[in-house]
């Protein structure tokens, strides 16, 4: 017979219970970071010194449909989330 914990639960051993507060941290950490990227698009017009001629990648290639594609999926993912 497993131990239970008060709740009816098998208890989970302390590496999951650890697992699951680094996972937790890191999501918040997107989170944070994505926030923070939104914030930044609200106040700017784009990102200066990633195209040539010293003109600014607009911000809608960070968003679905742009080419940036494998960032704009991620930063989609994660404002699902919130």
Known sequence: MSER???GGPVMPVSVC?????KDK????????????DQLIDESDGVYG????GKPLPWSELRDG?????????????REKE
Do not use: F, H, Q, W
């Open 5 to 7: 914990n008060p709740y």
């Open 18 to 22: 650890k697992e699951c507060d680094r």
């Open 26 to 37: 890191r999501i918040a950490e997107l989170e944070s970071a994505v926030k923070e990227i």
């Open 50 to 53: 990633m195209c040539p001629g």
């Open 66 to 78: 742009g080419r940036l594609v494998s960032l704009a999926k991620v930063l989609t993912k994660l």
